[in-house]
């Protein structure tokens, strides 16, 4: 699956909906973890089953430890379609949640990437909460692959900690490290929100600065 990204713009109202379908789908998927844990032969409920079968993979493959037994989901943060229960416009800026909470027209920004798809070719769509934001995810069902000729010309690559690679011709790399660079910021805001009074708004507010930090170095 090839997977899309675009930034969500909508109203306060509608960003509450999403966060409550958030916690439904959250509570759907613990209580049928909780019913495949209390009853033997349980039949399949499919995302807390991935945990499951994943669970029984590791099983197989003889993993020391508690090898991944599934656990209760605390702080999700996404729900997922499939090929219903939403749609998308035709000039593919506009996708419509048609679902039973009431989630409405949202503006997708920066779709251009999805005009090139078909519709048919859309199996998921997963509306996913960040930090900085509301994004939805368009999971694409395609082939892809590239033809290329053989150059005839090969080198080698040494990953290391010094430097990001260094490979066979003296070509090194600086590790850009950015973790790293972000430590102090990251720790601050830590302490930050360490401080701030369990459910009050302004430990609300230093979680938002904090996630926003994290997910800045993610995605560098």
């Known amino acids: 699956m090839l997977v899309l990204e675009s930034k969500l713009a909508a109203t306060s109202e509608q960003f509450a909906l999403i966060d409550e379908a958030i916690r439904t789908f959250q509570f759907i998927r613990n ?10 032969g349980a039949t399949k409920a ?3 089953w991935a945990a499951v079968s994943r669970f029984f993979d590791n099983c197989k493959k003889n993993i020391v430890g508690k090898k991944g037994y599934p656990k209760f989901q605390k ?7 499939k090929t219903t229960g939403w749609k998308l416009s035709d000039e593919r800026r506009f996708l419509t949640i048609t679902d039973g909470f009431g989630i409405g027209k949202l ?14 070719q859309i199996k998921r769509v997963r509306l996913v909460r960040r930090a900085d934001g509301y994004y939805a995810q368009f999971c694409i069902d395609i082939d892809r ?21 260094t490979d066979s011709t003296g070509v090194k790399v600086e590790n850009p490290r950015y973790l790293r660079k972000a430590e102090k910021q990251l720790k601050q805001a830590q302490r930050r929100v360490s401080k701030k009074a369990k459910g009050s708004k302004n430990r609300i507010q230093a979680r938002k600065r904090l996630g926003r930090q994290h997910l ?4 560098q």
């Not at 800045?216 to 995605?219: G, I, N, Q, T, Y």
């Open 75 to 81: 702080d999700n943060r996404s729900v997922e379609h």
């Open 46 to 48: 499919e995302r807390a």
């Open 107 to 120: 503006k997708l920004l920066g779709t251009r990437d999805l005009r090139t798809y078909s519709k048919e």
């Open 145 to 165: 692959t590239e033809d290329l000729a053989p150059t005839g010309q090969a080198i080698g690559l040494d990953m290391g900690l010094t430097s990001f690679y």
């Open 31 to 40: 209580k049928a973890l909780r019913y495949w844990i209390d009853t033997k």
């Open 216 to 219: 800045k170095v993610s995605r």
